[in-house]
């Protein structure tokens, strides 16, 4: 059951990426969802995220942050969060890693 809903979730982000799946599906845009958004209390998320050499995909459960850098990073076209309806433009700085 975990499995699949993490799958689903993987398979959302991914396909949110893609302009023309997104339009025909209706899919907003994300590079991350988690289980709770979708009304599940348990830690899992699945992640997407573009880079130079392609994509970065994570399906992860039960996440923790063991360290993390002093380099900051963002979005360049800014990020939202699927759980808000009304749109917040604005960069949303990160650890880099």
Same mark, same amino acid.
């Given at each position: ?21 997104a ?14 958004? !979708? ?5 899992? /998320?699945? #992640?997407?995220?573009?880079? @130079?050499?392609? &994509?970065?995909?994570? +399906? ?14 963002? !979005? ?5 969060? /699927?759980? #808000?309806?009304n749109?917040? @433009?604005?960069? &949303?700085?990160?650890? +880099?890693?």
């Amino acid at each position: 059951e975990d499995e699949t809903l993490l799958q689903d979730m993987l398979t959302y982000v991914r396909d949110s990426q893609d302009a023309e799946i997104a339009e025909k599906e209706n899919l907003r845009p994300a590079v991350g969802i988690a289980a709770i958004q !979708l009304g599940v209390p348990k830690r899992m /998320l699945a #992640v997407v995220v573009p880079n @130079e050499e392609g &994509v970065d995909e994570y +399906a992860l459960v039960n996440p923790r942050i063991i360290s993390e850098s002093v380099q900051r990073a963002y !979005l360049k076209n800014g990020e939202g969060c /699927l759980s #808000v309806e009304n749109e917040h @433009e604005g960069i &949303v700085p990160r650890a +880099a890693r």
